[in-house]
């Protein structure tokens, strides 16, 4: 027997995440969404994760261009964060960004980027699991990242706990 959804969501409400953005394109549409489930898979090759749900317009994006983007945010992009959760908008309007490999709008602002060409899908549930290589990455400034918790979006403490 499995544990009720509503325990499910409870629990995995305590763990904080850090809070991404994935973009991607075809060469005709671009879009993107905020994902929660991120992570690196392997240093060598260097590969990441990131799951998707399984009725999102942006896996056939990712399947037809054959790569996508990971945006790291910022303390202060929650609004951003919430453009990209959305539905049925056009996500991109008014921000500046630049098309990045397989046609995936990089953002500028951002904590950190990385280009991911997919390597794996991975059915799981009811989302997919993506498996991509890291083709290019960079960081692009110096700040704190946006933090998830308990269905609210949370900063670092000031002080690091040694």
């Not at 993107?32 to 690196?40: E, I, K, P, Q, R």
């Not at 794996?120 to 998830?148: C, N």
């Amino acid at each position: 027997m499995s544990v009720q959804p509503d325990t499910f969501r409870r629990v995995l409400a305590r763990f904080a995440s850090g809070v991404t953005v994935v973009t991607m394109s075809d060469g005709i549409l671009a879009t993107g969404l905020t994902v929660s489930a991120f992570c690196s898979v392997s240093l060598n090759p260097p590969y990441i994760l990131v799951c998707i749900n399984n009725t999102s317009t942006a896996l056939d994006l990712v399947r037809k261009s054959g790569g996508f983007a990971v945006h790291i945010l910022t303390e202060d992009q929650a609004d951003l964060s919430k453009r990209f959760a959305s539905q049925g908008t056009d996500k991109l309007a008014g921000l500046t960004y630049q098309s990045g490999l397989y046609g995936a709008p990089v953002l500028d602002d951002v904590l950190a980027h990385l280009e991911c060409s997919l390597v794996q899908e991975i059915p799981a549930g009811d989302h997919f699991i993506l498996i991509g290589q890291v083709e290019r990455g960079d960081v692009h400034q110096d700040a704190q990242p946006l933090l998830y918790f308990t269905s609210q979006y949370r900063q670092l403490a000031s002080t690091p706990i040694m």
